[in-house]
């Protein structure tokens, strides 16, 4: 009996010892939107959270033009899971990004307004993103849609 009572507490300290460490809770969430000038290369930066991204893909997959890059605003939130929420004027859509090993990977693209964002701005409203777009209702979004409010 002390053998198998041995045994399983040695097994114990064995499989402890094997899985992998989890930090939770944990919240990503930028606490206000970057706005973000396009360069002439197609890259937008932020000092403020050390990060910086070519964004040329992004923009010809919205615009479907690749050459009239630069003075381009983008706005960008993080969620409080770690998703990009990414969208500018004119844009019809907000992409959802989350990150991969040197880059972001495309998780969702959420129509908001079939005929292009005029005034756009990110607000978080946890566990929400909101969009605003001038005086039009806003739409609460996820990394999933849209979440309330009707797709336009």
């Known amino acids: 009996m002390k053998a198998i ?27 206000v939107e970057s706005v973000l000038s396009v360069d002439g290369q197609g890259r937008i930066q932020n000092e403020r959270y050390s990060f910086s991204l070519n964004v040329k893909a992004l923009l010809f997959a919205e615009t479907r033009d690749s050459v009239n890059i630069a003075k381009v605003n983008l706005r960008m939130i993080r969620d409080m899971k770690g998703y990009y929420f990414i969208t500018a004027s004119q844009f019809k859509n907000v992409y959802v990004f989350e990150q991969t ?13 079939q005929n ?8 978080q409203r946890v566990p929400f993103i909101q969009v605003v777009n001038g ?12 979440f309330e409010g009707e797709k336009k």
Request: glycine share 8%; with cysteine; aromatic share 10%.
């Open 5 to 31: 009572f041995i045994l399983i507490y040695i097994s114990f300290f064995i499989l402890t010892g094997c899985s992998s460490l989890m930090l939770k809770p944990a919240d990503f969430a930028w606490p």
């Open 101 to 113: 090993e040197g880059g972001l990977k495309l998780k969702n693209r959420i129509l908001v307004e």
């Open 116 to 123: 292009g964002l005029s005034e756009p701005a990110l607000n």
């Open 135 to 146: 005086k039009n209702p806003a739409v609460l979004l996820t990394e999933d849609g849209v």
